[in-house]
């Protein structure tokens, strides 16, 4: 049964991040960061629920947008295809379905 879900493509993988989610949550309670870490995200939903002066769903909205677009440009930087860009003009014939197209 366990290998059978753990061979499920998405199964192993809620299962792995809930090992290292509870694997890192033992490691900060021994470590003794319990206290930091629950400071910290007091700090961050005290900032959820702070008054300010532009709308926190645009500020969201703007938050997601803005890392959205960092990981695209991160993409663009570090990412290299493997295939030529010309790679259309030497393309001869392809298998579809058993079907060979020139």
């Known amino acids: 049964m366990i290998k059978k879900i753990w061979h ?3 199964l192993s993988k809620v299962i792995s991040s809930i090992i290292i989610f509870l694997g890192s949550l033992i490691i900060f309670y021994l470590v003794g960061l ?3 870490l629950g400071s910290f995200l007091q700090q961050i939903s005290s ?9 926190n769903w645009l500020l969201a909205f703007l938050g997601i947008l803005t890392i959205w ?3 695209d440009v991160f993409k663009k930087l570090f990412y290299r295809p493997t295939r030529p860009r010309d790679a259309f003009r030497s393309y001869r014939k392809d298998k579809i379905d058993s079907i060979v197209w020139r």
């Open 69 to 71: 677009k960092l990981c």
């Open 8 to 10: 499920d493509p998405v």
């Open 34 to 36: 319990w206290s930091i």
């Open 47 to 55: 900032l959820a629920v702070t008054k300010s002066n532009i709308q």
